[in-house]
Structure formats: structure tokens, C-alpha cells
């Protein structure tokens, strides 16, 4: 079955300290990939797709077929990234998969 | 566009009782999603409709729950009767064509049975 894991439940770091956030799934083919993000009181909303390959607040996110990863990185964590973040799979012709979700917390 | 609306916001009711989820996609969107959000298993996709047309419900728990879209503007999650397992926050979300497109969230419906 496909399936995406997000290993971490929650992501506590300093301000200005790296962050990762681990993504992997299990899809034949080359699936579409998206992260989805949720602020506090906010919608949840698209941060960024495989296929932009774009950075967005600082994001990026890299496909690693050898691994089925689609980690999501930035080299400084600000407080106002503090959020629950979704690793989001599409498996071309079924339905978005999400995963469980991690919350990033960065503190001062 | 007020995006995505959903009411209604907060649903408190008792276990036994039917309850009516709302939905009105963005005009223009023809994708249509119910989600559920829990603690325990994240977000769970529990149907989705492409032109009103139910694509995939396997995630729908069971028979308890039942999704319909009348039309391009409307869709409604009906849970009957609702049990305090299914409390939860329910989201719709639309696009403009299938799941390879950005999807638009509500803000949500907060579901507590009790």
C-alpha cells in the first residue's frame, strides 16, 4: 500500500538552528510531492511542491528517489516557523496521502 | 474570494445523533475533499469527488458516514449516528482538478460527540 512516514511527532529547536523535517514514502512511479503547512489559527496551505522547485520561507525541499525521501530543510529556524508541517505524496491517479504530520516548535 | 467555507465551525452534540457537515468550494474548483484530523492518525483523506462525482471513499470509516455533492457549489458529510470516536476536526478542501493540484483548505469543523 502507499504509504508516507514522518518519523518525528514534534521538532523542537533554537532560533537561528538548522532544521530538518524527514519525509519518506513508499510509491512506485515517481509521485508529485508536496509539503503542506498549518500556523496557529491558519488554514492549512501549501508550502511547497516537488515540481516548483522553489524555496519558500527559506524551505527547500529535495526529491531522493534512492531513498524515497522528500526532506524538508531551512538553515536558520525563525520563531514564526513554528507550525505543524505535512509531507504530502501524490500518487498520480489515487488520492493525496498525508502524513501524520510533525510540529515544528522554535524557540528563542 | 472568502476561499474555502465550512459551518458549521464548532459541533458539540451526543453520541446518537446526526450530524451535518457543510461545505462550499472555491468557485471554479472542480475537486472536492473531506478530511479528518486527529491526534493519533494525523490527516486522513475520507473521500474525495472530481465534478461531483465520488472518485475514491475507501477512506470513509464506515457506513455510519456518508458524503454527497449536489452540486459544483455544495457538499455535505453526514455522520449518523456520530459516536465519541469521531470526535475530531473535519476539513473540505477544493482544487481546480484533481489531487496534483494545490488544495484550498476551510478552516475546519472541530466535532466533539460526547
Known amino acids: 500500500a502507499q504509504r508516507v512516514t514522518q518519523p518525528e511527532k514534534l521538532l523542537s529547536v533554537f532560533k537561528g538552528a538548522p532544521v530538518e523535517l524527514k519525509c519518506n514514502y513508499s510509491?512506485?512511479?515517481?509521485?508529485?510531492l508536496f509539503w503542506y503547512v498549518q500556523y496557529s489559527r491558519q488554514r492549512l496551505q501549501l508550502l511547497l511542491r516537488h515540481i516548483s522547485r522553489e524555496s519558500i520561507k527559506g524551505f527547500t525541499a529535495d526529491l531522493n528517489k534512492g531513498e524515497t525521501s522528500f526532506h524538508l530543510k531551512k538553515p536558520f529556524a525563525q520563531e514564526e516557523d513554528s507550525a505543524m508541517y505535512y509531507c504530502?505524496?501524490?500518487?498520480?491517479?489515487?488520492?493525496?496521502?498525508f502524513g501524520k504530520g510533525t510540529t515544528l516548535s522554535v524557540s528563542s | 474570494d472568502a476561499g474555502v467555507i465550512q459551518s458549521p465551525r464548532h459541533e458539540v452534540t451526543e453520541m446518537g445523533q446526526e450530524v451535518t457537515l457543510r461545505c462550499k468550494p472555491i468557485s471554479g474548483h472542480n475537486s472536492l475533499f473531506w478530511y479528518r484530523q486527529t491526534m493519533m492518525r494525523g490527516l486522513e483523506l475520507l473521500i474525495y469527488f472530481n465534478n461531483n462525482v465520488p472518485i475514491d471513499d475507501s477512506g470513509m470509516p464506515e457506513d455510519r458516514f456518508s458524503a454527497k455533492m449536489p452540486n459544483a457549489s455544495f457538499s455535505t458529510l453526514k455522520i449518523q449516528p456520530s459516536e465519541p470516536r469521531d470526535s475530531a476536526v473535519y476539513f473540505c478542501a477544493s482544487s481546480l482538478g484533481g489531487t496534483s493540484y494545490e488544495q484550498y483548505f476551510g478552516p475546519g469543523t472541530r466535532l466533539t460527540v460526547t
Open positions: 510509491y512506485s512511479g515517481s509521485p508529485e
Open positions: 504530502a505524496p501524490d500518487g498520480a491517479g489515487t488520492a493525496l496521502i
